[in-house]
């Protein structure tokens, strides 16, 4: 028994030194080594037949290159990409990457935080007998990320103004915005003062809230602080007449040649075609005849009149250029502008419904001597719902149904000259 085991260790002996001269060009370290890899590939197959018959396998050592791709362990700091070859058993290499610390980074300034990142380590083992194997282990650290906030937190889009006034049921024109901008315009509460998409802002109620522009893109912004107010009496603004900030033109009051809203206004327009959708649902059919007119429109139709009627006769049914409602934007003449609209199913119609819309019928029947202008049932002005049921309460009030502006705010309608 005793030569048997000899006659192995020099087997063994003799074998393992020829492989790692031959494989490895290296002289085989000398190690406490205790782990075996069963070599696979072209020598894995290494055996020797003993003189009394039995097969002993060769289970050789390895040498393990180590390649971290991130801090590696203190004690096996590599000095390049791959490590120096050392000799480590499977358990050892476990051992190291088990016991791995990771590296702490220190949350950075200025609003920064550590990430928990993990970092695989791979190691590649070289059997003495040419075979190889690959094994992973994982790093676990800390990795810095910045974050960067994509809002403004103060305002920076440049307005021409940042504070207005306005009176209820008035609408001041847009603030220019300067640069370039995608611009997206609200309001904090459009119970106060809406905006359109232009940032023409329209007072709805008395108190106070914000108008912003946004920049779509880069969500930088820009306010404007509004005070919506209800103006008493008569007031005059940049040669525009209001009464209780209700715009008046009439033969007293006359409007800019300049002032132009461009169309009817946006509550006027939305307004009117909520009546006419009432009316469609009560089998009535009413549309826009003629709503604004600019002050060239208006010059042109009333020297017509003047040229085939006479100035008497136009001045009893046509206003004079700046004298028109229809320039306010806020005048719609429904359906047939004419004497034969009186009495029919939409004239009776709308002279019951329109007040819940914000219209009244501006030339009431009988008042002509007030108004300055024959009746026209067709011929309606927004005022908003509020004021609108205000002249009609007034009206019930004083027995007279057919009450108008002029009676209600207590102002007169004569030409000058």
């Known amino acids: 028994m005793k030569r048997k085991t000899e006659k192995i260790i020099a087997l063994l002996t003799a074998l393992c030194c020829m492989a790692c001269t031959t494989a490895c060009g290296r002289e085989i370290p000398n190690s406490n080594n205790n782990s075996e890899f069963v070599v696979t590939g072209g020598d894995a197959d290494k055996s020797v037949i003993d003189e009394d018959g039995e097969t002993i396998m060769l289970v050789p050592r390895t040498t393990a290159a180590a390649e971290y791709t991130d801090t590696p362990d203190l004690g096996t700091t590599a000095t390049g990409k791959n490590a120096s070859l050392v000799t480590r058993s499977k358990e050892e290499l476990d051992r190291i990457n088990s016991n791995k610390k990771p590296t702490v980074t220190a949350k950075p300034s200025g609003g920064a935080s550590g990430v928990l990142r993990t970092t695989v380590v791979k190691v590649t083992g070289t059997g003495v007998g040419g075979g190889t194997g690959t094994g992973t282990g994982t790093y676990v650290g800390t990795q810095a990320v910045t974050t960067t906030a994509t809002t403004p937190s103060v305002p920076t889009i440049q307005l021409s103004y940042t504070s207005a006034e306005i009176w209820v049921g008035t609408t001041k024109d847009y603030a220019i915005v300067t640069g370039n901008y995608i611009e997206e315009w609200t309001t904090s509460d459009a119970n106060i003062a809406t905006v359109d998409q232009f940032g023409n802002i329209t007072g709805v109620s008395e108190g106070k809230c914000k108008i912003r522009v946004t920049d779509k893109n880069t969500k930088e912004y820009g306010e404007i602080d509004v005070n919506v107010v209800k103006p008493k009496g008569i007031q005059e603004v940049d040669g525009v007449t209001y009464a209780d900030g209700i715009l008046i033109a009439n033969k007293t009051y006359a409007l800019p040649k300049t002032y132009n809203p461009g169309g009817l206004t946006n509550d006027t327009y939305n307004a009117f075609q909520s009546l006419v959708q009432a009316a469609a649902n009560s089998g009535i059919s009413l549309w826009n005849a003629s709503g604004f007119r600019s002050y060239e429109s208006q010059e ?99 027995g007279d149904v057919n009450i108008t502006l002029e009676e209600y705010f207590g102002i007169n309608s004569v030409y000058q000259q």
């Open 300 to 398: 042109q139709i009333y020297n017509n009149y003047v040229y085939t009627h006479g100035q008497a006769t136009a001045d009893t049914f046509s206003a004079r250029p700046g004298h028109s409602e229809h320039q306010t934007g806020m005048a719609i003449d429904v359906n047939n502008p004419s004497d034969s609209f009186n009495g029919t199913p939409e004239a009776i119609w709308l002279k019951e419904h329109c007040v819940e819309y914000g219209f009244i019928i501006r030339y009431p029947e009988g008042k002509q001597e007030i108004t300055g202008y024959k009746y026209e049932p067709w011929h309606i002005r927004y005022v908003g719902v509020e004021m609108a049921k205000k002249i009609r309460d007034e009206g019930i009030a004083r």
